[in-house]
């Protein structure tokens, strides 16, 4: 999707006495929690989401709006109005229905998204890598944090809105596992042959117009600790639209 493959940080919000996970665990019925989302280890600018995700008899609904990060961190410590907005009203409801709401988790993955062509709103994601830290609560501070799944070990997630694709529903669950790990295991031998055929340290695709002055990422690769975006300096989260230098524009003519 939009996000291709990327580093998904979470900070997870409760009360002092973990009001909300423990509501979270005993119900049965009603479920929800309170996040704060990037791509990529943000900057005071970056682009977050402020997540509510619910569960109301097995069904899962989230909503989200994007603010810059410093922005969506005053407003959840309460220091700043949410937006007059229908989703900046349940955000303010909910941090005045849970006094004491501040950041009490952070969970860090790396994940492969993709979505279906002629499924409307199919995707499936594949995260391995998770770690947490529950001290430096802050984004800007990496990624770095307790293993929380080994790394032979992957989650896989389909989710829709409607009722599942019929090709997909219709394959027994052992062979929906096994195209799982067929179709990651292509894409990262793929993404591995292509870095080491050119020496690189990073892939990344973009949409660019005609005249090539601007880019727009819709996938990212790198190793672990590479620097991921054009200029060495910059890291670049998915989605995110640049400008491009003359020399850049020249070299992309061929």
């Not at 940080?9 to 996040?35: G, N």
């Not at 229908?86 to 988790?105: A, C, N, S, W």
């Amino acid at each position: 999707d939009e996000f291709g493959l990327s580093t998904v940080c979470s900070m997870y919000f409760d009360t002092p006495d973990m009001r909300i996970i423990r509501a979270s665990i005993d119900a049965k019925a009603y479920k929800e929690k309170l996040r704060l989302r990037c791509y990529g280890v943000p900057k005071d600018s970056s682009p977050a989401f402020v997540e509510l995700k619910k569960k109301y008899l097995g069904t899962v609904y989230k909503r989200r709006f994007e603010m810059p990060y410093e922005d969506a961190l005053s407003m959840l410590w309460g220091k700043t109005p949410a937006p007059d907005t229908q989703m900046g009203r349940e955000v303010d409801y909910f941090l005045h229905f849970y006094p004491g709401v501040k950041p009490t988790i952070d969970i860090f993955c790396e994940r492969l998204a993709l979505f279906g062509n002629d499924e409307g709103d199919l995707r499936i994601t594949f995260d391995h890598d998770l770690r947490y830290r529950m001290d430096e609560l802050d984004l800007r501070n990496g990624t770095h944090g307790r293993t929380l799944l080994s790394s032979d070990k992957y989650i896989m997630e389909i989710k829709t809105g409607g009722g599942m694709p019929r090709w997909l529903s219709a394959l027994p669950d052992e062979d929906q596992k096994l195209c799982a790990e067929i179709l990651y295991s292509w894409l990262i031998t793929r993404i591995d042959e292509i870095k080491r055929a050119h020496g690189v340290d990073y892939l990344f695709c973009v949409v660019t117009d005609d005249t090539y002055e601007s880019q727009f990422f819709l996938f990212s690769a790198a190793d672990p600790g590479a620097v991921r975006g054009t200029s060495y300096e910059e890291v670049y989260t998915l989605g995110t639209t640049v400008t491009v230098g003359e020399s850049q524009q020249k070299a992309m003519r061929g």
